[in-house]
């Protein structure tokens, strides 16, 4: 079976923002730092049809980033995206429906002067989905979908809490009929309650749509119960990704771990042990294995020796000298 996508040793780089200093140094005629920051490196990974993937990851790691670049709304540095084998992107530009995506802050996409019925038909009606005297329908029954009220279609975006909003972008999404979701933290400023709520309609949807779906978390916890794989990242980096079963049974990269004894479970909120030191900066990552100053059991040969992402005998990868 060919995968729904594929990435193709993806990496990109931002030019760093010129600092005060940077600034001052030019102005006396001191060459500027050009250093360029590179938020994701060389990843490569493949979402099957039907399948979730969770990638997770502490802040800043480039998750976001690497969301952007899948769903073709960011131009990778280098390497490739191919969804069916042709690129979603095209001159820089989004060309393709078909990959929807769903963010963090729901106020952020959806216009705070329209009805949410009309945003979620929006989409639909432009890309000749559905006629606009057969939208209300569709919307209608979207919002069922989602488990709002179909009433609630003439209501503004002010007018709801938080995960009812989150159920609305979601909705909005899935009208366009994607074959591939993208939610990039879609829980994350939710109240735990509200989360769990919300990973519930992700489990229906998945279970009664068949969705294809990239969910992005922080939170190793929260991709736990969605996602039939899991992809950790680090630095840029995927460092592990396997079965979500086998991950969370049997964690092989070091981080894994740290970012399970960091995750809350369930009934057990009180014993959690964040991860040791922070995220390096990607202006200067260490060398050898990134996540060596962290480790607990680094050695000479991980602060010298970058590992490979290897593949294991359960078809997962990993990359640890001494897993
Ligand atoms: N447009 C940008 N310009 C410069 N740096 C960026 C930009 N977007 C992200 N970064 C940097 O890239 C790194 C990864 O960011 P991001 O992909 O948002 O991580 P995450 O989603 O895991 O928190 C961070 O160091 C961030 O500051
Ligand atoms: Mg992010």
């Not at 990638?55 to 390497?79: D, H, N, Y």
């Not at 909005?172 to 009929?177: E, K, S, Y």
């Not at 396997?242 to 894994?256: E, F, V």
Request: proline residues 7%.
């Amino acid at each position: 079976m060919t995968p729904l996508l594929i990435a193709e040793g993806v990496t990109r780089r931002f030019a760093r923002k010129p600092t005060w200093g940077d600034r001052i140094a030019a102005a006396f005629g001191a060459g500027t730092d050009r250093r360029a920051l590179q938020a994701v490196t060389d990843v490569s990974l493949a979402i099957q049809k039907g399948e979730t993937l969770g990638l997770v990851g502490e802040s800043g790691c480039g998750k976001s980033t690497l969301g952007r670049m899948l769903a073709g709304i960011m131009a990778p540095s280098s390497g490739r995206v191919l969804l069916d084998g042709a690129s979603p992107m095209r001159g820089g530009h989004k060309i393709t429906t078909r990959i929807q995506t769903v963010f963090q802050d729901p106020f952020a996409s959806l216009n705070p002067r329209r009805r949410i019925g009309d945003s979620i038909a929006e989409g639909p009606i432009a890309h000749g989905l559905v006629s606009r005297a057969a939208s209300g329908a569709l919307v209608s029954d979207w919002l069922a979908r989602v488990g709002l009220d179909p009433a609630f279609a003439q209501r503004f975006p002010h007018q709801f809490s938080g995960g009812q909003r989150q159920r609305v972008a979601i909705a909005r999404a899935l009208a366009m009929q994607p074959d591939l979701l993208i939610c990039d933290e879609p829980v994350a400023s939710l109240d735990v309650s509200i989360q769990a709520q919300i990973l519930n309609l992700f489990l229906d949807l998945r279970r009664d749509l068949g969705l294809t779906c990239l969910f992005i978390s922080h939170d190793l916890g929260v991709v736990r119960h969605v996602s039939d794989r899991v992809a950790i990242m680090y630095l840029g980096r995927i460092v592990e990704s396997g079965t979500a079963a086998r991950i969370y049974a049997a964690p092989g990269h070091p981080y894994t771990r740290a970012l399970l004894d960091s995750s809350p479970k369930l009934g057990q909120a009180a014993a959690l042990k964040p991860i040791a030191g922070e995220l390096p900066s990607p202006l200067a990552p260490p060398p050898g294995c990134a996540f060596h100053p962290r480790c607990p059991i680094a050695t000479e040969l991980c602060r010298r020796e970058r590992p490979v992402l290897a593949a294991r005998a359960d078809g997962g990868l990993l990359a640890c000298h001494h897993a």
